[in-house]
């Protein structure tokens, strides 16, 4: 097992699960905000990564930040874009990972942004996409930095690893994975349950490297990962893996 604690250095895990994947797959999640210069924070309509890594945002037509963008005299306004993954499972802290993607935001053309919404709509589907060019426009974030944020620790990645990433091919089927092979996980959960002792342990989620559990103690909690024997490249390889990791405890 892997495990990633609350450090102030960059969080360590197994090497095969690559960062900028997670990464990646941190961006697929649907709750995300944005912070601009002289506007604070507020909420996003949507945002997604294009499979080439551009990132767009939608935001209201009306909206400050909308307005700031198109008339910033720079042509672009500096910005944040913070994507948040948290668990479905009963956790205590149900956060797992954060992403931060900073750069500049940068309008687009009308022309640009009746084909970006075709893109946008193929890796992430949303009818508020059906608003974009009457309520809603959509931005281009010109990406500087990428922060991920897990395990109590960070990682950085570079804007260029990021736009060459996947999602982990996993990541949108998870929470019906998790369902379809609760059985196995919970025996799972139980063995790594006897490893920790009396802190409480919760399935976390899984990805393609591994099963993930959070470690609950009194005060603060940590995460680790029971690694599979090689990464799984479909959803169909998951039982076996599973199968394999309960052989092993065993």
């Known amino acids: ?5 609350g450090t102030s250095s960059p969080v360590q895990q197994d090497r095969a699960a690559d960062a900028a994947e997670r990464a990646r797959t941190v961006a697929t999640r649907p709750i995300a905000s944005v912070q601009a210069l002289g506007l604070g924070t507020s909420r996003l309509l949507a945002a997604a990564t294009l499979d080439d890594g551009r990132v767009l945002v939608v935001v209201p037509r009306s909206g400050g930040l909308a307005t700031a963008v198109h008339e910033s005299p720079d042509g672009d306004l500096a910005a944040k874009v913070t994507v948040t993954s948290r668990s479905t499972q009963p956790l205590r802290n149900p956060l797992r990972a954060r992403l931060e993607l900073a750069g500049w935001l940068t309008p687009l053309s009308a022309e640009d942004e009746a084909d970006l919404v075709l893109a946008f709509a193929a890796v992430r589907p949303d009818d508020v996409l059906l608003d974009v060019g009457l309520t809603a426009t959509l931005l281009r974030l010109d990406v500087a930095e990428v922060l991920l944020h897990e395990g109590g620790g960070w990682t950085e990645v570079t804007p260029e690893e990021y736009a060459a990433a996947r999602p982990d091919p996993l990541g949108a089927d998870e929470d019906d994975l998790i369902s379809e092979h609760a059985g196995p996980l919970a025996e799972l959960c139980a063995r790594v349950q006897a490893w920790a002792g009396d802190d409480p342990v919760h399935l976390l989620g899984l990805d393609r490297h591994g099963v ?9 909690c940590y995460d680790l990962r029971t690694p599979f024997p090689a990464p799984l490249t479909s959803t169909g390889e998951l039982p076996g893996a599973v199968r394999t990791l309960l052989a092993c405890v065993r």
């Open 212 to 220: 993930l559990f959070r470690v609950e103690p009194r005060t603060g």
């Open 1 to 5: 097992m892997t495990i990633g604690r």
